[in-house]
């Protein structure tokens, strides 16, 4: 570990880490170019490098983009990556009420606290870590997956029935395809392109930036900027202390985003969005969440900040990515002729330590360059309307083409906005839809798995007996029925409120 550290700290290193955070930053930054992508683009370049320095710029650039999606994310609306969605909850709001800068600064440090925590459980808890990971399995994870579902409550608005209705029509979009039991081609009317499904980066495009381009269209008559911004001088200080005046808060989000990002299959997405239910559940006020709450960005960029490193532990410990650019890495370690998992552990220590020693050292220089750069990147808001609407609708086209190089999912993208614009206006919240369309990828092919399995025992036997199914199903029950009993207790205010009113007249 030590050997890591100072290979870690070498000026070439620094300087490899430094150009992968920079890249990182630009590539999460436009809508729709994922860290996957960002990796895989980068993996050619990294051959004129030893194998050490080229791995710890992939790893920079996959730290610095789980925090640079956040950007258009909180300014303008458009998670362009599934694990951001749930920063926009409360980002976006903060930026309409001119506190665009604390928002940034927030997520930035947020990040780089979840990266941390994410590394240093890496480099001294890979093994105890993973034997908590071995223990999933299809079951497992559908429970998780339903676990995650109960998250609709807090992200609902007025409406819980209209939540659940938005989930389900996430879920019905993400089966589009073909079927994960029977092979059959299922919702695609007779459409070739969608016997492959629905990509779901264009997707979540077409669910939360096109309606925003809209909405930004129907408004240029009533102004000409997003919000109003002024910078203000000793706001990264100010915003750091509120984050870490809530310890338990940033404790409990960073635990969170680590346990479900050595999860392989899981990923930060699932990571933000557990993370941010979690924060609203244990927090004595709610009524602050989805309005511009800063610790719903902290919540969501700790989590899955966190993951990234995390979902690491797999793949060098077992030889088992973590995440899609877990894969990436795994295959550039391939091609240099290193194969990870045990192996790997035993024959080059130096490599798997000081990789982790990167991430960490990572996250420290995306704080750095995302402090720097967040009063340049707030002015994106004060772009009128005219310009900044067309110039989202560009960026999120090449998004959506970029990720398979099909037009169709283009024609998605933007049939999935103007739908979603449409029931807007009746009170859906595109939340529950975007939740639907992240888990149904997830819980469908494990349940599909765990059918499978329970053909040799039983369904009972499969899905409620282990120690794992009975905590998730627990779980998942308590956070229904607390949603439920503060919905009725706020109803409860409001009736007892209504009559003091009346009465008072």
Known sequence: ???????????????????????????????????????ALLVPFTFALPPGAGVAMLGGLYVCAMFSDAIPAVLVNTPGTPAAMATAFDGHPMVLQGRGQEAIVASC???????????AC???LAWPLITIALKFGPPEFFWLGVFALTIIGSLAGDSVLKGLAGGAIGLLISSVGISHGNELARFTFGVPELRGGVSLVAALIGVFAIPQVLSMVAELRKKEFIAEYKPKSGETLKTISKVLAHPVHVVRSAVIGALIGILPGAGSPIAAL???????????????????DLR???????ANNAAAPAAMIPLVTLGVPGSAPAAVIAGALMLRGLNPGPELFQSDGTLVFSFGWSLLIAGIVTFI???????????????????????IMLLAVIGAFAIRNNIFDVYIMLGLGVFVFLIRRLGFHPGPI??????????EPSLVQALYISDATSIGRV?????????????????????????????????AQAQENASSL
């Open 122 to 124: 890496y480099l001294l």
């Open 369 to 391: 360059l995302g402090s720097l750069f967040a009063p340049l990147l707030v002015r994106i808001i004060r772009i009128p309307l005219r310009l900044l609407a067309p110039l």
């Open 296 to 302: 719903g960005v902290t919540a969501s960029e700790i």
């Open 109 to 119: 440090f947020s990040s780089a606290l979840g990266t941390l925590f994410g590394a």
């Open 434 to 443: 975007g939740l639907g369309l992240i888990l149904g990828p997830i819980i």
């Open 1 to 39: 570990m030590i050997e890591g550290l100072m290979q870690a700290l070498t000026p070439t290193y620094l300087l490899w880490i430094t150009v992968g955070v920079t890249i990182g930053m630009v590539v999460g930054t436009l809508p729709g170019l994922t860290a996957t992508m960002g990796t």
């Open 274 to 292: 557990v993370s941010y239910n979690e924060a609203v559940r244990w927090s004595k006020d709610k009524s602050g969440y989805g309005k511009g």
């Open 463 to 495: 899905f409620f007996t282990g120690t794992l199914n009975i905590i998730l199903i627990a779980l998942s029950v308590l956070s229904i029925s607390f949603v439920v009993w503060t919905r009725r207790r706020e109803r409860v205010q409001a009736q």
